[in-house]
C-alpha cells in the first residue's frame, strides 16, 4: 500500500509561506536546501507528516502536494499512466530516492517517491 509520507507547499515567495506556517502552527522550518526548506510538523511524542516548502516551479508554481512512497516507482508511473495520470516529471534520481511527479484524472497532483 502506497503511503503519505511527504508534503510539498510550493509558493512564489516561500519565505513568506515559511513564516506563516511556522508562527500559526509552531512547525519547525530549516534553511533552505537547493532552495527547498525542509519542514518537521511533530516531535518523537506527537509525530506529523513532514514536508518541505519551495518555491513552486513554472509547471506548479502554487500550491500543495503530498508525496506517496511506493516500492517500484516506475510500476507506480506505468500503472497511473494506464489508468489516465499524465506525467509532470518523469522518474528523476536523487542521492537517496527516486522521484517523480504526476497529475491523476481529475486534476490532482501528487508524487511518488521510492527509497534507494
Not at 78 to 102: H, P, T, W
Request: glycine share 12%.
Amino acid at each position: 500500500m502506497g503511503r503519505v509520507v511527504l508534503f510539498e507547499m510550493n509558493s512564489q515567495d516561500p519565505k513568506r509561506a515559511a513564516e506563516f506556517y511556522s508562527t500559526v502552527f509552531g512547525w519547525k522550518i530549516a534553511d533552505p536546501n537547493w532552495g527547498y526548506q525542509p519542514v518537521t510538523t511533530g516531535d518523537n511524542d506527537k509525530p506529523g507528516i513532514d514536508g518541505g516548502i519551495s518555491m513552486g516551479p513554472s509547471d506548479y508554481p502554487h500550491g500543495t502536494r503530498i508525496q506517496i512512497e511506493v516500492e517500484d516507482i516506475e510500476q507506480a508511473i506505468s500503472k497511473s499512466k494506464e489508468l489516465g495520470a499524465q506525467i509532470v516529471r518523469d522518474k528523476m534520481e536523487f542521492d537517496d530516492f527516486y522521484l517523480a511527479y504526476l497529475v491523476d484524472p481529475v486534476g490532482i497532483g501528487f508524487g511518488l517517491i521510492q527509497n534507494k
